[in-house]
């Protein structure tokens, strides 16, 4: 376990160094990675950051109004509308990896107009060692690593916790005082809704994605997941009332883990599956049915894609 304390010290003095007097944007999801090095950074060159948090659209329900709130203390907190570009370059893709290419290419366009509109060099990251792990083990790309466009237009990259596992990284943000609902959030991809959507993303089936994961959330709050999550993976029949209907089919995931490298499906009770069941089939009409995946990593992933 890193010694929290002197990270700390360390990190910000990398930070510091690193951007010298000038200016640097960090990439702000409200997750903790992204949060606790905007911490870092705003403790370690203070005015001269600007948080960047981007509404992709592909985000949980209510994530814009909980970041603006949480992170109101930040004076140069920028909140940029996206959604409509996001959804326009997802548009009639299907395969994972372009996916997270798209969506990190067009992270990055964001985080450069915010650059040019505040004279920043530097971008910061929340990149940590699992991140690092995955994508050059061809995983998976992760947005902020092997997600990244070949032509970025920033001086340099500042990545100071990519030696951190995710529990250290929680350590990091409770002694920075984050609040709890940030240090012990589970953790939620940067892609977002994108890669718990089979196939193409679309307005329904983000929808659909992301009242099923609010209720998952909610219901599985009281079994401490170390991640839960709703995905939209196809179609199926199903009946409505007295009709049959061909409707998406949502499988719900929740596990534990240490650091997200292994995982092991969590044990449910059947009243919490069915409530769950009950609620996501209710919230959307064309929701079909709710399976429940009992698959450990290895040989699955936490994520769907």
């Known amino acids: 376990m890193v010694d929290v304390e002197e990270f700390i010290a360390e990190a910000k003095a990398e930070i510091a160094e690193a951007v010298g007097d000038e200016n640097a944007v960090i990439g702000l999801s409200g997750g903790v990675d992204s949060s606790t090095a905007a ?19 592909l985000m949980r329900k209510g994530e814009t109004e909980e970041i603006r709130e949480t992170f109101d203390y930040m004076d140069s907190l920028r909140i940029v509308e996206a959604q409509d570009r996001f959804l326009e370059e997802l ?14 290419e067009q992270f990055i366009r964001e985080f450069e107009e915010v650059a040019r509109d505040v004279d ?24 902020n690593v092997g997600g990244l466009p070949e032509r970025i237009d920033f001086e340099g990259i500042v990545e100071p916790m990519r030696d951190l596992y995710k529990d250290e990284v929680r350590e990091v943000a409770r002694a920075l005082d984050l609040e709890e609902i940030i240090s012990e959030r589970m953790p939620f991809p940067g892609p977002g809704l994108a890669v718990r959507i089979i196939g193409e993303v679309t307005e329904e089936k983000l929808e659909v994605a992301r009242e099923a994961n609010h209720v998952v959330e909610e219901e599985l709050a009281e ?4 991640q839960a999550l709703a995905a939209v993976i196809g179609k199926a029949t199903g009946v409505k009332g007295d009709n049959r209907v061909h409707g998406w089919v949502v499988a719900v995931r929740s596990v534990e883990s240490r ?3 292994t995982a092991r499906a969590q044990e449910l009770d059947w009243d919490t599956l069915q409530r769950m069941q009950s609620r996501i089939t209710g919230a959307h009409e064309n929701v079909a ?3 429940y995946d009992v698959t450990h990593k290895p040989p699955a992933t936490i994520e769907y894609e």
Do not use: N
């Open 91 to 104: 548009e009639g893709e299907t395969d994972p990896e372009e996916k997270r290419h798209i969506i990190g």
């Open 289 to 291: 049915r709710v399976v």
């Open 120 to 143: 920043a060099d530097y971008l910061v990251q929340g990149t940590i060692y699992p991140d690092r792990i995955e994508s050059e083990g061809t995983i998976k790309s992760h947005h």
């Open 259 to 261: 650091d997200g490298m």
């Open 223 to 226: 079994y401490e997941p170390w």
């Open 39 to 57: 911490a870092l950074a705003y403790e370690a060159i203070g005015d001269q950051l600007t948080a960047v948090y981007v509404d992709t659209g």
